[in-house]
């Protein structure tokens, strides 16, 4: 493609005659053009085209093959603010280049090993995901977002001194290799909210990083990294931290004191947090964090669920893949709408019913070695009807014997309508004994009247004594 012509490549229509093959656009048509998009054609570029695009503001130019005079022009031009180059094709590794004017830059998977935005670049959004970047250079105090995920950073970037990127909210340094945050590294960007430092190989954290006081960070992700501890730093605009995927062995409760406005809580797939718990454990702490809606602690050997029931804010729980071997829902939140029990020891759920856990509208309980009991049957409504009829997933113990759960739900009685059952019949049962034992005693009343009746009433009737009964009463 060049400043007149776009040519195709040959087809089965039109493949020797290459006039068939080109498109041509004229000088006028290019002086309207203000979006270009020529994107994920695998187009080849022609240093000529770039004067035709004096008037563009928005060029995405992804996945095409540029000349080395690309860098040269893009320092020149004044109109372009949008500019995408994810994929381009430009034989240079390192990228120092900025327009003036330029407010959105996406260098996404071009393999470049060093970038460099100036002070005097007024560059908002910068995108420079999946490279194989070693060291990053950040003056611009006009950036907004800052992508640098999937790279080989190995210490945390640091403006040049005396300066602060201070419109800075949103940064991600995901998928690279830094083991340390040095002291006072984020007293550069007073206004993050949004920070990930996830899966990178940081072993520790200290207070020192972050400042004491007016951090206004809001999700905080350090999670797939080999932390042991996790300090308590200020953060009380905090929402959503994850700390899963580390070697937690324990929380310090002050941690949990801080962070007053808390609503996400992800500590999954920390085995050993739990470890310490003997006497007093820091999960106690977690009843300071009253606004928490949603807390993972899937697979972190949890033998036992704390009381949760004040947590009236709690709608999202994770306890999948730990060692419980019951679940009593008086200690669950009333509010709760999703809870995920899967692949753990349980074989009863004591105090659990839909009537008692009223918002409940999920409910995970596969993988459990059940006992067959008719309670199951009232929960059929929270279970994922496709899992549920997989026998591998669903299934419960009568016995020696193994059924699927479906089958068994399908083929037994709701408990509701055998207790009715059993009721009516006990209370015909102490009906008719009542009325033959009443029956009985009524009876022998009259039995015993009838007795007293014949002795007190027995006629006595006068025989005079004959001369030899005389003689008889003589001697």
């Given at each position: 493609?060049?400043?007149?012509?776009?040519?195709?490549?040959?087809?089965?229509?039109?493949?020797?005659?290459?006039?068939?093959?080109?498109?041509?656009?004229?000088?006028?048509?290019?002086?309207?053009?203000?979006?270009?998009?020529?994107?994920?054609?695998?187009?080849?570029?022609?240093?000529?085209?770039?004067?035709?695009?004096?008037?563009?503001?928005?060029?995405?130019?992804?996945?095409?093959?540029?000349?080395?005079?690309?860098?040269?022009?893009?320092?020149?031009?004044?109109?372009?603010?949008?500019?995408?180059?994810?994929?381009?094709?430009?034989?240079?590794?390192?990228?120092?280049?900025c327009a003036e004017n330029l407010e959105w830059l996406d260098i996404s998977k071009m393999s470049l090993r060093y970038l460099a935005i100036s002070s005097n670049c007024k560059l908002r959004y910068l995108n420079a995901n999946n490279?194989?970047?070693?060291?990053?250079?950040?003056?611009?105090?006009?950036?907004?977002?800052?992508?640098?995920?999937?790279?080989?950073?190995?210490?945390?970037?640091?403006?040049?001194?005396?300066?602060?990127?201070?419109?800075?909210?949103?940064?991600?340094?995901?998928?690279?290799?830094?083991?340390?945050?040095?002291?006072?590294?984020?007293?550069?960007?007073?206004?993050?909210?949004?920070?990930?430092?996830?899966?990178?190989?940081?072993?520790?954290?200290?207070?020192?990083?972050?400042?004491?006081?007016?951090?206004?960070?809001?999700?905080?992700?350090?999670?797939?990294?080999?932390?042991?501890?996790?300090?308590?730093?200020?953060?009380?605009?905090?929402?959503?931290?994850?700390?899963?995927?580390?070697?937690?062995?324990?929380?310090?409760?002050?941690?949990?004191?801080?962070?007053?406005?808390?609503?996400?809580?992800?500590?999954?797939?920390?085995?050993?947090?739990?470890?310490?718990?003997?006497?007093?454990?820091?999960?106690?702490?977690?009843?300071?964090?009253?606004?928490?809606?949603?807390?993972?602690?899937?697979?972190?050997?949890?033998?036992?669920?704390?009381?949760?029931?004040?947590?009236?804010?709690?709608?999202?729980?994770?306890?999948?893949?730990?060692?419980?071997?019951?679940?009593?829902?008086?200690?669950?939140?009333?509010?709760?709408?999703?809870?995920?029990?899967?692949?753990?020891?349980?074989?009863?759920?004591?105090?659990?019913?839909?009537?008692?856990?009223?918002?409940?509208?999920?409910?995970?309980?596969?993988?459990?070695?059940?006992?067959?009991?008719?309670?199951?049957?009232?929960?059929?409504?929270?279970?994922?009807?496709?899992?549920?009829?997989?026998?591998?997933?669903?299934?419960?113990?009568?016995?020696?014997?193994?059924?699927?759960?479906?089958?068994?739900?399908?083929?037994?009685?709701?408990?509701?309508?055998?207790?009715?059952?059993?009721?009516?019949?006990?209370?015909?049962?102490?009906?008719?004994?009542?009325?033959?034992?009443?029956?009985?005693?009524?009876?022998?009343?009259?039995?015993?009247?009838?007795?007293?009746?014949?002795?007190?009433?027995?006629?006595?009737?006068?025989?005079?004594?004959?001369?030899?009964?005389?003689?008889?009463?003589?001697?």
């Open positions: 493609m060049n400043d007149t012509t776009i040519i195709f490549n040959p087809s089965s229509e039109c493949s020797s005659n290459l006039q068939c093959r080109c498109l041509t656009i004229s000088a006028y048509q290019w002086s309207l053009i203000r979006t270009f998009d020529v994107s994920s054609q695998q187009l080849a570029i022609d240093e000529s085209l770039f004067k035709m695009l004096a008037n563009v503001w928005s060029i995405n130019l992804s996945s095409t093959k540029l000349p080395l005079s690309f860098s040269k022009w893009l320092t020149t031009t004044t109109s372009i603010r949008h500019l995408n180059l994810s994929s381009a094709i430009l034989t240079i590794s390192k990228w120092e280049w490279n194989v970047l070693e060291s990053v250079f950040l003056a611009s105090t006009t950036l907004e977002i800052v992508l640098l995920e999937h790279n080989r950073l190995k210490s945390w970037p640091v403006p040049p001194t005396g300066i602060a990127l201070t419109r800075l909210h949103t940064l991600s340094l995901t998928n690279n290799q830094i083991d340390y945050l040095p002291d006072g590294a984020l007293v550069h960007y007073p206004q993050l909210q949004n920070l990930d430092i996830s899966r990178n190989i940081l072993c520790n954290l200290s207070v020192a990083s972050f400042p004491s006081i007016g951090m206004q960070i809001r999700s905080l992700n350090v999670s797939h990294n080999r932390l042991a501890t996790f300090v308590h730093p200020v953060l009380p605009s905090l929402l959503l931290l994850d700390l899963s995927h580390n070697s937690l062995v324990s929380l310090d409760s002050d941690l949990l004191a801080g962070l007053p406005l808390l609503q996400h809580f992800y500590l999954n797939s920390n085995v050993e947090i739990f470890s310490q718990c003997h006497q007093t454990c820091w999960l106690n702490a977690l009843i300071q964090m009253l606004n928490l809606v949603e807390l993972n602690l899937s697979n972190c050997q949890l033998s036992r669920v704390p009381d949760l029931s004040p947590f009236e804010a709690l709608r999202r729980l994770d306890l999948s893949r730990n060692k419980l071997t019951t679940i009593d829902g008086y200690i669950l939140p009333k509010g709760l709408q999703r809870l995920d029990v899967s692949q753990n020891h349980i074989h009863t759920l004591t105090n659990f019913s839909v009537e008692k856990l009223t918002s409940l509208q999920e409910l995970d309980i596969s993988r459990n070695p059940l006992l067959c009991e008719c309670t199951l049957a009232e929960l059929i409504p929270l279970f994922d009807a496709q899992k549920l009829n997989n026998a591998d997933l669903y299934y419960c113990f009568s016995g020696s014997w193994q059924y699927p759960l479906r089958s068994y739900i399908d083929n037994v009685h709701s408990c509701i309508h055998s207790t009715s059952q059993l009721l009516t019949v006990l209370l015909n049962a102490i009906f008719i004994l009542m009325i033959t034992f009443t029956m009985f005693i009524f009876i022998t009343f009259l039995l015993c009247r009838y007795r007293i009746h014949q002795t007190i009433f027995i006629p006595f009737k006068y025989t005079p004594l004959t001369m030899s009964d005389a003689n008889a009463v003589d001697l």
